[in-house]
């Protein structure tokens, strides 16, 4: 017959973190999060167009003075580059920003830049999932 030894069970070790520390880390703790805007832009049907984004695109929260900035673009060109847009067509394209606060109800897609012709979407309802259609023309 085997004979079998016993094995030791060894106990862990009891980890004693400070309160302070544990406070400190609960509060610092922050979620990242992300807004995605899937962009739908029709071109005039006579000509042709060309567009482009610029990194002063942000989503501002209505009734707040956080701008939460453009952090990933897919599909269109970032200036001083241009994206060709055919007379008629619809180009698509997609924007990704930083998460917006956990209290926005609403915002607006703002590119502020030095001359006529931003993108501009106002008055957008905030979602569960922070994915959003936009069209532009």
């Known amino acids: 017959?085997?004979?079998?030894?016993?094995?030791?069970?060894?106990?862990?070790?009891?980890?004693?973190?400070?309160?302070?520390?544990?406070?400190?880390?609960?509060?610092?703790?922050?979620v990242e999060s992300q807004v995605i805007v899937h962009c739908h832009y029709?071109?005039?049907p006579e000509e042709a167009e060309a567009i482009r984004i610029w990194k002063t695109t942000f989503l501002i929260p209505k009734g707040g003075n956080r701008k939460c900035k453009l952090i990933h673009h897919e599909n269109i060109t970032l200036c001083p580059l241009w994206t060709e847009v055919p007379a008629g067509a619809i180009h698509r394209f997609t924007l990704v920003f930083e998460g917006l606060p956990k209290d926005c109800l609403s915002f607006d897609l703002i590119e502020k830049i030095p001359q006529p012709g931003g993108f501009v979407c106002t008055d957008i309802s905030r979602n569960n999932t922070d994915v959003y259609h936009v069209q532009f023309q």
């Not at 302070?20 to 703790?29: E, G, V």
Request: charged share 35%; net charge positive; aromatic share 0%.
């Open 1 to 30: 017959m085997p004979t079998t030894t016993p094995t030791k069970t060894k106990k862990k070790p009891k980890v004693n973190i400070d309160q302070k520390i544990k406070r400190k880390l609960a509060s610092s703790h922050e």
């Open 42 to 44: 029709r071109a005039a």
